[in-house]
């Protein structure tokens, strides 16, 4: 008896504190992730002050703008130029979304200097046809214009941040990598895109979302995961009470049949009464 009970109880402990370690992982998870999205939303709102801060301060000179490193960060920052088409070829940045529609960014390189680096600009939001075979028609710069506006850089791309373009004119490419268009044209590029306030005889749209998700998103994230940590917990703490109340019940009948051996010999007595009458 001693040899097949041993198994059984060691059996029993280890399912037990195999139980409690997953319990006490999934809480310290849920709770992590709870903080991490507070951390967030603290990062958002110190990055939220910083452009507002840029976009009230004066605008950069270009000598300004290129001599930045190229790991600093310049969205938000404003720039006034005179700038001339450096190209009648445009890119077309895909899967953009605006109100609601899937499309594209039109990019033109434009030359502000004749030996400086070239400038991206933004020519709009365009909506793309239910064909992606076809690519929109957009009309270009053609001759030298008076630009002012901000700049920006897009979040890079965690899965993959290479440029893929396409053959042909204009050039759908995956991502704003400014460094592979830059390789493309075999011509150095300022390390932002500048999106103008206006551009005459242009009405295409200019999409702004410097921060993808607000830190009022990232509190609600943060909510979300404290209560499910919470719901958890709750979970685990009625699962341990039931089973210690089923313990208890179960304890309690066994004290009560060894302190009353008559009353369970009567008890049985009538079952078997009871089985013999049927």
Do not use: C
Request: charged fraction near 15%.
């Amino acid at each position: 008896m001693t040899s097949l009970s041993q198994p059984s109880g060691l059996y029993i402990w280890s399912t037990r504190a195999a139980l409690a370690l997953f319990s006490i992982t999934m809480f310290l998870i849920l709770v992590k992730l709870g903080f991490w999205q507070l951390d967030r939303a603290e990062m958002k709102e110190r990055w939220q002050s910083e452009l507002t801060q840029r976009q009230s301060s004066a605008p950069l000179t270009y000598t300004q703008l290129v001599s930045f490193p190229p790991t600093e960060k310049v969205t938000g920052y404003r720039l006034s130029v005179q700038a001339s088409p450096a190209s009648n070829h445009i890119f077309l940045l895909d899967n953009q979304v605006f109100n609601g529609l899937v499309g594209y960014l039109a990019l033109q390189p434009m030359q502000i200097t004749a030996d400086g680096p070239w400038i991206l600009l933004e020519l709009g939001f365009v909506p793309a046809g239910l064909d992606r075979r076809i690519l929109p028609k957009v009309k270009v710069i053609t001759g030298e214009v008076s630009l002012n506006g901000r700049l920006y850089q897009k979040q890079a791309n965690p899965m993959s941040s290479a440029l893929m373009p396409e053959s042909s004119w204009p050039k759908r490419i995956q991502n704003l990598n400014i460094s592979a268009i830059s390789q493309l044209l075999d011509q150095p590029l300022a390390p932002a895109v500048l999106q103008p306030d206006h551009l005459d005889g242009f009405d295409l749209p200019h999409p702004w979302t410097p921060i993808p998700l607000s830190s009022q998103k990232h509190r609600g994230y943060a909510l979300q995961w404290f209560s499910m940590a919470l719901a958890f917990a709750l979970l685990i703490l009625y699962f341990i009470y039931s089973r210690r109340s089923k313990a208890s019940t179960k304890q309690q009948n066994e004290v009560t049949v060894s302190n009353n051996p008559d009353r369970t010999n009567i008890h049985e007595m009538t079952v078997a009464n009871e089985n013999k009458t049927k």
